[in-house]
């Protein structure tokens, strides 16, 4: 059992599609002394395993790409930032971080700990835990609070599907360009997507990397 | 046992930003900046003394790590930004640049910030028990802007045209603030008669100690530095970097220092990779004040955050020598600010 911020944190859920890598993060959770519940699956309807949860598990960790031979009709990100609005904190544990960096960022609101499959040790999973809970209850860290800030639209659906566009932050100790997916940001919002315009939206600009990065609040101009 | 912590007022703060600069002048009735860094530090640090209103921010020059943050103070509601003093650079960084007049354009039409285009030498303000002496750049220089070039032929570069900034605390000097300011800046600065007096017991080394001259040598970075602490008599000289970030501070230009004012006290804000290239223990946090850090998180700090405060008559720097030196001793197996000199400066 663990005892993090006066949260007790007894059983943890583990998901993952595949058995062994689910029973190779079990050993690693149980490290930490906590129980861990594997979830064989199928994991059902995102809501219905959120509800199925709430009584049942006290935090959950997860990989991102689930949706693999019928385990989940959901990925991890969306199920994690789900746990979250039921104020059960979930940890992603990823391999998929990079590959799949555009369907995970639009969660990271509600996903403060994203942890690098080759990094996943008991130390590295209570620190994610903490992080997560103490957002829950409202207390963000520098590295993930958000501010408004400008965001320069860079550039506009140049790749062939029209699906993305692309954002400097002036503000931002980088000038790097993040890539977002316009489906994000509503039909509404992307019709007004203009290169050059400069939006403004709340982002934490505070982290280092450029994959911690999330944005919300849009705002057009 | 810890060094007090925290901020106190009023007090003089260089802010550890990474690479870049953000100095607060805090008084119990008012703010001030002078640059901001980019990223959110002078935000969360405002936000942990409960400060919303920005009395005024004097930007030394329109580079991302001097002025980035403003961006963010400007557009986010929950800081006012009374005034703001800038000089027009539309030219290293031309994209930032429009940014930031955007975000500037939109706050003074809302009526909410003064905004102050020209700042020069013999100009000035209070705030608090701080009166800041604008000593640079020359009206010439202003008035000519970056990417031009001055009746010798030599190019004019934004960090030629750094505000230079003296803060005298109760009357007399206490900091000097010089931005990035480069050889040709320092020259014009000099070029009246008499020259103007820099002194100042601390020193905010220009350009975080990278490259300060045109040649990009060794032996003309250590020239100016050697010059530029003559003019200045400094007690204490701080780096303000980002570790592993353009290798500062140079070691020629340490060594300069050291040479020209033997036993000088040395801090930088995060610990440079000439120092130590192990990462800082997670438990080596003594030294470290209660302040808004960017290199706590990736324990990347060396002196963290630095506070110069009013104590039993006069002013101190914390971290304390004998703290920060506990920890370079512990941490830095090739300090730059206390390892062997170079034969050479």
């Not at chain 2, 005298?168 to 103007?196: K, R, W, Y």
């Not at chain 2, 920060?324 to 001793?329: D, G, T, Y």
Request: glycine fraction near 6%; charged fraction near 20%; aromatic fraction near 6%.
């Amino acid at each position: 059992m663990l005892t993090i911020d006066s949260a007790t944190i007894s059983t943890v859920g583990v998901i993952d599609d595949n058995p062994e890598a689910r029973q190779s993060y079990e050993w690693t959770l149980q490290d930490a002394n906590v129980e861990t519940i594997g979830e064989a699956g199928p994991l059902g309807e995102l809501q219905e395993f959120v509800g199925r949860a709430v009584n049942r598990l006290d935090a959950v960790l997860c990989d991102h790409h689930l949706r693999i031979r019928n385990y989940s009709t959901f990925d991890g990100a969306q199920l994690a930032a789900a746990l979250y609005e039921a104020s059960i904190p979930a940890v992603l544990c990823t391999r998929w971080e990079d590959a799949h960096l555009d369907l995970i960022r639009p969660y990271r609101d509600r996903v403060p700990a994203l942890i690098q499959w080759e990094d996943l040790d008991p130390d590295t999973f209570v620190d994610a835990l903490a992080l997560t809970i103490r957002e829950i209850k409202g207390e963000f860290s520098e590295q993930r609070r958000t501010w408004r800030t400008q965001v320069h639209i860079a550039d506009v659906g140049v790749d062939e599907q029209n699906e993305f566009f692309y954002v400097d932050l002036p503000g931002w100790t980088s000038d790097k360009v993040i890539r977002l997916r316009k489906a994000d940001l509503g039909a509404e919002l992307a019709n007004q997507l203009k290169v050059d315009a400069r939006w403004h939206a709340r982002v934490n600009i505070g982290t280092e990397d450029a994959w911690e990065l999330y944005f919300r609040d849009w705002e057009p101009r | 046992m810890t060094d007090p912590a925290g901020v106190t007022e009023p007090s003089v703060t260089i802010l550890d930003v990474g690479h870049g600069l953000c100095v607060l002048l805090t008084s119990e009735a008012e703010v001030t900046l002078i640059d901001t860094g980019a990223g959110s530090t002078v935000l969360d640090q405002l936000r942990s003394l409960s400060r919303t209103t920005v009395r005024r921010v004097l930007i030394s020059h329109a580079d991302r790590d001097h002025v980035g943050a403003l961006l963010t103070l400007l557009s986010d509601d929950s800081f006012e930004v009374q005034e703001i003093w800038l000089n027009s650079d539309a030219f290293k960084e031309s994209a930032l640049w429009a940014a930031l007049i955007y975000e500037i354009d939109d706050v003074e039409r809302a009526a909410d910030t003064q905004v102050q285009f020209g700042v020069r030498e013999r100009q000035g303000f209070s705030t608090g028990p701080f009166d800041v002496e604008i000593l640079a750049p020359r009206l010439r220089l202003a008035g000519l802007g970056a990417g031009s070039r001055d009746t010798d032929g030599r190019r004019l570069e934004t960090n030629s045209l750094s505000v230079v900034a003296r803060v005298h605390a109760h009357g007399s000097p206490l900091a000097l603030l010089p931005g990035d300011i480069d050889e040709v800046g320092l020259a014009h600065l000099l070029d009246q008669t008499p020259a103007p007096d820099l002194y100042a017991p601390i020193l905010v080394f220009p350009h975080h100690g990278g490259h300060v001259s045109r040649a990009s040598n060794a032996s003309a970075n250590a020239d100016f530095a050697s010059r530029f602490v003559s003019l200045v008599r400094p007690t204490t000289v701080i780096f303000s970097i980002g570790r592993g970030q353009h290798g500062t501070p140079r070691k020629e230009i340490i060594d300069a220092i050291r040479n020209t004012v033997p036993g000088i006290n040395i801090l930088c804000t995060q610990l440079s990779m000439l120092c130590s290239s192990a990462p800082v223990g997670a438990g080596n946090v003594a030294h470290l004040l209660q302040a808004a850090s960017r290199g706590r998180h990736v324990r990347a700090w060396c002196a963290g955050t630095i506070i110069i405060d009013h104590h039993e008559g006069s002013w101190r720097v914390r971290p304390s020598r004998a703290f920060h030196q506990a920890f370079i001793a512990a941490n830095a197996s090739t300090a730059l600010c206390t390892g062997q000199l170079s034969t050479t400066s």
